[in-house]
């Protein structure tokens, strides 16, 4: 009997790791023969994004899934030995799933896959500059970076190009908006078929609760000023709960909660999953992320209105690149 292919994912988050899900378990057109599904997540050094991360490897374990972590960023000796459990692992994938080709881990990693067919899951956002920057022919850099090119980010474009024998699907939310990908490339659509059908849809309940953004945390918006406009617009809205990005500052929560009266929640699901068990509000209010994308297809037929906060632009930092203005307007126009 031939043993089935297997498809080896490189995760870094835990909407990447649900994204996996999704590819390796939803409904998608044009999927191809069934394989045998690893994930090898690349933990990161922020605490609560490795929690949520072994969570959602719980999660996947459940539903059939080989998940190994691999804490590569403990550098030297981890990284050291991460590679070596991987390098196996790399060498023998017969297809390589990518949660974040703008990640200079996973760019290093890549010269190591022998495989020539390559899948890229994604929640949104990132897509929308991927899409961009492979037909330009451009380095995979992340829409707000600034200084010079690394040259694994050069190289990580050419590998994963479609042509000469190279495989390039891209299953993401944004493919039925449109999206532009480079000639040869697949397109599937991500709409959280998995995730609906394990959940169900959640107890819908009155109310306004705020969906948060780590933009402040990455250096756009002084988080002073973050905290003053988040107070007000919870004042007028409303509001009761504030659900944190995973990379917010834990001091930044503490001035919200107190000085907007939020509920602040952690969650330790990605949102999406963790909107599904409910309750949930009868509306969200948004500020600029990806969820603006995935959220109205995973709380479709809920009755939940999902808006985006649109003041976000005017409270960027003066310095802000004209790129990432630009991006950030996009992404409120979702």
């Known amino acids: 009997m031939t043993a089935r292919p297997v498809a080896l994912a490189l995760v870094e988050s835990p909407a990447q790791l649900l994204n996996f899900l999704e590819w390796a378990l939803g409904e998608r057109d044009g999927a191809p023969e069934p394989v045998r ?10 605490p609560a994004t490795r929690h949520q991360l072994r969570v959602m490897a719980d999660v996947a374990r459940a539903e059939g899934i080989d998940v190994g972590l691999y804490d590569i960023r403990k550098v030297p000796v981890g990284f050291a030995h ?3 459990s991987l390098v196996r692992k790399l060498t023998t994938a017969d297809r390589l799933v990518i949660g974040d080709p703008f990640s200079g881990i996973i760019q290093r990693l890549l010269p190591l896959a022998r495989t020539r067919d390559f899948v890229l899951v994604d929640d949104g956002t990132a897509t929308l500059e ?12 992340r829409w707000h970076h600034s200084g010079s090119t690394p040259g694994a980010a050069v190289r990580a474009a050419r590998r994963i190009s479609p042509g000469e024998g190279r495989r390039l699907e891209v ?3 944004l493919t039925s908006a449109g999206l532009r990908l480079p000639s040869g490339a697949v397109a599937s659509f991500n709409g959280y078929s998995w995730a609906r059908q394990r959940y169900g849809l959640p107890q819908v309940r009155p109310g306004t609760d705020m969906i948060g953004t780590s933009l ?6 002084d988080p002073d000023r973050y905290v003053h406009e988040v107070v007000m617009l919870a004042h007028q809205l409303n509001a009761e709960r504030y659900f944190a990005h995973r990379r917010e500052d834990p001091d930044k929560l503490r001035l919200l909660a107190e000085y907007g009266e939020l509920e602040i929640v952690r969650p330790e699901l990605p949102l999406e999953l963790e909107l599904l068990t409910g ?4 509306t969200l ?8 994308y995935t959220l109205p297809l995973v709380l479709a037929g809920s009755g939940v209105e999902i808006t985006a906060c649109a003041d976000v632009a005017g409270w960027l930092e003066p310095d802000t690149s004209e790129r990432a203005a630009a991006f950030l307007e996009e992404v409120i126009g979702a």
């Open 285 to 292: 209010v948004c500020l600029p992320s990806t969820v603006l």
């Open 82 to 84: 991460a590679l070596a």
């Open 279 to 282: 309750p949930v509000a009868d």
């Open 171 to 173: 299953f993401s939310c």
């Open 37 to 46: 599904c690893e994930a090898a997540v690349l933990l990161p050094l922020d």
């Open 216 to 221: 402040a945390e990455t250096g756009l918006i």
């Open 130 to 141: 991927l899409s961009r920057q492979l037909l330009a022919g451009h380095p995979l850099v």
